[in-house]
């Protein structure tokens, strides 16, 4: 890497920061404990991948506003959750009052190696990142750490737009058909890119301060450093709504319940 590669590296990796503690508060506020994709499909199949113990020791990566740490630590994990954003972590801590002594809050990149091994090596039960894969530069150090973090029969569980069908390449659109007589509407996603890993600027939640910033990798390339370094793919749940009674528009994620907006991928140490 020359000079300027490091310096548009360094650029890039601020840029993604600084927009993270820009929107850490709106979120905060918005998010609370968890929104309609937290809640019907991310938390409940992450629980059950991440097949969590009373007592168990558990890293929640890039953990936010804290809402999954504190959900686990209702069911009795004991929990370290880290966050590169300091406002995020600020807010975990604020909203975290019953369970607070379950929970160490740490500000730490989990793009840097030596950060996440200074947690501790075997000593985690489990891992768990829910949709922030997407939002890091770089996994490799993640990739690289994890086994050394996870105890023997360790797990780790990730969420994440799902790469196929919810991507910054896709676009959503409405159609109708005439079906022997009867006029239908159609719902359908189109995939414009997949194959090669890009960036690309967008929104997480209408209103947001600022647009923060994608890493799209196909399924290839999202799973091959957590291979490679040993881990083993043992779960897997994709996820779609199935009722549209609350849908928030023509062409939210509510109507589709045939794609799934929502991958979420276990891995395991052994």
């Not at 489990?126 to 993640?142: F, G, H, R, S």
């Not at 062409?251 to 589709?256: E, M, N, V, Y």
């Amino acid at each position: 890497m020359n000079a300027d590669q490091g310096e548009d590296a360094t650029r890039s990796a601020d840029s993604v920061q600084s927009a993270w503690e820009t929107n850490a508060a709106w979120w905060d506020a918005y998010y609370r404990e968890g929104n309609d994709f937290h809640l019907k499909l991310i938390a409940p199949p992450t629980e059950r991948l991440l097949e969590i113990e009373p007592g168990q020791r558990i890293l929640d990566i890039a953990c936010g506003n804290g809402a999954f740490s504190r959900r686990m630590a209702a069911l009795g994990a004991r929990v370290v959750a880290f966050d590169f954003s300091a406002p995020f972590i600020e807010c975990a801590r604020m909203r975290t009052v019953e369970f607070a002594e379950q929970i160490e809050y740490r500000v730490l990149n989990a793009t840097k190696l030596e950060g996440l091994l200074s947690l501790g090596e075997g000593r985690f039960d489990a891992a768990v990142c829910t949709m922030a894969i997407m939002d890091m530069e770089e996994i490799e150090p993640l990739a690289e750490a994890l086994p050394r973090l996870l105890k023997s029969d360790g797990r780790f569980v990730f969420s994440i737009m799902h790469p196929c069908f919810n991507n910054m390449g896709c676009r959503m659109s409405i159609e109708e058909e005439d079906r022997e007589g009867e006029i239908r509407t159609v719902r359908s996603v189109k995939i414009a890119r997949y194959m090669t890993p890009f960036s690309a600027r967008g929104i997480g939640i209408v209103g947001q301060p600022v647009p923060q910033t994608y890493f799209h990798r196909p399924m290839q390339v999202l799973l091959e450093p957590f291979l490679r370094s040993g881990l083993v793919v043992d779960g897997l749940e994709e996820t779609a709504f199935t009722d549209a009674s609350a849908a928030r528009g023509p062409l939210s994620w509510d109507h589709f319940a045939e794609i799934p907006p929502v991958l979420i991928v276990r891995l395991r140490k052994v």
